[in-house]
T-cell receptor, first 114, second 114 residues
């Protein structure tokens, strides 16, 4: 059974700092990995998707990397801003694309202090 | 551009009542997923449709839960005889049935059972 872990559960940083959020998963037979952002009481916004054959994806100040064999992904946020404060979740889709249901971690709640 | 929509956004009901939620996916997406998220946890998979066919159900989906997608477009999730443990955010997601299978989430329906 796939398990996804995100540690720490919460993180507080000053504005402007570069930071790395970590995600690990137990079964390397994944189809893709998605990073999401969730604001309190809201739905999920997709940030980046990395296919299992890719090593990284970039969007603006965000960069996500994937090491499938070791079961790890990182989300790098450059020059953090107070508006980045949210919960960040990573999720993996199992290898068979027939049902690419996602298995989620519990998320990392990020607070960026002005 | 219309994303995934869900209705209602909030529902308060008394224990023992039946509730029904609706999800409208992105129009060209043939895959539709339901997830449930409780406080402090990541979303957990409930069920999956490809077009109108319900192809997988989680063991979390007890016999009090039923989901339909009658014409392969919108979907409904019904909970009968609600229990306090059903209180959660119910999230719907959709994806294309090809290539990346990236999932796009709706804003969720927050259910409170009193």
């Amino acid at each position: 059974k796939q398990e996804v872990t995100q540690i720490p559960a919460a993180l507080s940083v000053p504005e402007g700092e570069n930071l790395v959020l970590n995600c690990s998963f137990t079964d390397s037979a994944i189809y893709n990995l998605q990073w999401f952002r969730q604001d309190p009481g809201k739905g999920l916004t997709s940030l980046l998707l990395i296919q299992s054959s890719q090593r990284e994806q970039t969007s603006g100040r965000l960069n996500a990397s994937l090491d499938k064999s070791s079961g790890r992904s990182t989300l790098y946020i450059a020059a953090s801003q107070p508006g980045d404060s949210a919960t960040y979740l990573c999720a993996v889709a199992r290898e068979t694309g027939a049902n690419s249901k996602l298995t989620f971690g519990k998320g990392i709640t990020l607070s960026v202090r002005p | 551009d219309t994303g995934v929509s869900q209705d209602p956004r909030h529902k308060i009901t008394k224990r023992g009542q039946n509730v029904t939620f609706r999800c409208d996916p992105i129009s060209e997406h043939n895959r539709l997923y339901w997830y449930r998220q409780t406080l402090g946890q990541g979303p957990e998979f409930l069920t999956y449709f490809q077009n109108e066919a319900q192809l997988e159900k989680s063991r979390l989906l007890s016999d009090r839960f039923s989901a339909e997608r009658p014409k392969g477009s919108f979907s409904t999730l019904e909970i009968q005889r609600t229990e306090q443990g059903d209180s959660a955010m119910y999230l719907c997601a959709s994806s294309r049935g090809q290539s990346s299978y990236e999932q796009y989430f709706g804003p969720g329906t927050r259910l409170t059972v009193t």
